[in-house]
């Protein structure tokens, strides 16, 4: 009798630790923002005028900010910092700069300047 209690115990543990712990972790909180989008990207400067309507923009997270990696020789918007704007989407604040950055699980959307310098991109996974 002893065995099959054991094992009742253990699908039982099993079973409420797999549904507790499926709802807990809050999407902003974990690193589904990360990834690869592609789509339309652009950038202006002084010197470059670079539109591609097939680029992409790779995303990576440090501690509480984000960089954004543009393909076709775009340089990089590095050190953007996020606030949650929901429990799926975060907005861009205090980042040195001014306009917007839009991301989600699916799509990354963005109109930002910095240093007379302008990056867009309105990406999909």
């Given at each position: 009798m002893k065995p099959i209690l054991s094992i009742i115990g253990v699908l039982l543990l099993s079973a409420i630790l797999f549904v507790s712990c499926s709802k807990d972790t809050d999407p902003a909180d974990t690193d589904i923002?990360?990834?690869?989008?592609?789509?339309?990207?652009?950038?202006?400067?002084?010197?470059?005028?670079?539109?591609?309507?097939?680029?992409?923009?790779?995303?990576?997270?440090?501690?509480?900010?984000?960089?954004?990696?543009?393909s076709d020789g775009i340089p990089d918007l590095t050190g953007v910092q996020f606030e949650k704007k929901d429990d799926n989407t975060m907005i861009s604040v205090g980042s040195s700069g001014t306009?917007?950055?839009?991301?989600?699980?699916?799509?990354l959307i963005i109109g930002f300047a910095r240093d007379g310098r302008s990056w867009t991109a309105d990406c999909g996974r």
């Open positions: 923002f990360a990834g690869t989008f592609r789509g339309k990207i652009g950038y202006v400067d002084s010197e470059k005028n670079i539109s591609q309507d097939n680029g992409s923009v790779f995303v990576t997270k440090i501690g509480t900010r984000y960089d954004f990696r543009f306009g917007l950055i839009t991301i989600n699980k699916d799509k």
